[in-house]
């Protein structure tokens, strides 16, 4: 009897379980955004970029004025027995005649780095190293290096720190209208710094 009572109690609390369940609220169901609405965004936020209301900045590109240099055009070339490289313009101080053949690319020679090249040719190149204001042309280079340059007989390289480097010509001795003047006093007639054009045969530096 009492079995009977408890079975039919739990058959009535699985029955309220279900009805229970069946009033259950349906999961909420949203929109997706439409493509519409998403162009609406987007145009709502270019309309508040204040970056889309500066105005466009007027004259010349800097970039295409101030365009990088071609290294080549800056550059002369030696070349021997299948290796090339280059160093800056005006570096040889010296280009004897039985060398001057050297100073172009041959066909298929491999470019390589100065120290490379140097290395693998130094018995007919010569390096001279020389300060920052022999570079620039405001010391030249002492009588007694041009001697050793000209007795070497070699290819002469200008180097400042173990690199080639470009030697401008001294500057022309002060005008005879500033004769008087004190030493460093700027001249009216201003310094002719133009590289001059190489001479043959033994090329140097004036």
Partial sequence: MISTRLT???GVAV?????????????????AT???????????AEQKDPMKHMATAKGTDPAAVFKPKDLLSQSDIIAFQGL???VP??????????????????????????EDFF????????????SRPQAEGTLALPDETKKQMKRSGNLVV???????IS???PLKALDKNDAGKPAGAASDKPADTQPSKPETPDTQIP
Wanted: hydrophobic content about 45%.
């Fill in 8 to 10: 039919r109690w739990a």
């Fill in 84 to 86: 090339a490289t280059l």
């Fill in 34 to 44: 439409t493509h519409d609405q998403l162009v609406l965004k987007l145009r709502q």
């Fill in 158 to 164: 200008a180097t400042y720190m173990g690199g080639p």
């Fill in 89 to 114: 313009k005006r570096a040889i101080l010296q280009i004897p005649k039985n060398y001057q053949d050297r100073i172009a690319m041959q066909p298929g020679a491999k470019i390589v780095g100065w």
């Fill in 15 to 31: 029955l309220a379980g279900m009805v229970g369940s069946s009033h259950a609220e349906p999961p909420v169901m949203r929109d």
């Fill in 119 to 130: 290395v693998a040719n130094r018995g007919w190149i010569t390096t001279v190293e020389v």
């Fill in 167 to 169: 030697v401008l010509p």
